[in-house]
């Protein structure tokens, strides 16, 4: 059974930093494109990051969020991190990551089949 779990929210003031990390059990880590979504309250849950199986040459980033946020893996981990930088209280929201087997880095959320449960991050001004 695929589990993911979050970790590293929090409470942070505007222009601060957070690195979230999301550790998979119960799969071939290093098989999996991993990916980084968010959702605030009465949004529809976004793409915010993903990153390709194996060396994760591949990344890609919403708008939004790039130049500021990085997204890295350590496969011996299991673990893959968003890296949050000059956050803004717009960044506010609980934050998912997801898995999804195969190679291509997809930005929509139907394209990933596993989720963790989230971590909530709140950016104040």
């Known amino acids: 059974q695929v589990q993911l779990v979050e970790s590293g929210g929090g409470l942070v003031q505007a222009g601060g930093s957070l690195r979230l990390s999301c550790v998979g059990s119960?799969?071939?880590?290093?098989?999996?494109?991993m990916g980084w979504f968010r959702q605030a309250p009465g949004k529809e849950r976004e793409f915010v990051a993903a990153?390709?199986?194996?060396?994760?040459?591949?990344?890609d980033y919403a708008a939004s969020v790039k130049g500021r946020f990085i997204v890295s893996r350590d496969n011996a981990k299991k673990t893959v991190y968003l890296q949050m930088n000059n956050l803004e209280p717009e960044d506010t929201a609980v934050y998912y990551c997801?898995?999804?087997?195969?190679?291509?880095?997809?930005?929509?959320?139907?394209?990933?089949?596993?989720w963790g449960q989230g971590t909530q991050v709140i950016v104040s001004s």
């Open positions: 990153i390709s199986m194996v060396s994760g040459h591949r990344t």
């Open positions: 997801a898995a999804r087997a195969t190679f291509e880095v997809v930005t929509t959320h139907s394209g990933y089949r596993n």
């Open positions: 119960g799969l071939t880590f290093d098989r999996y494109t």
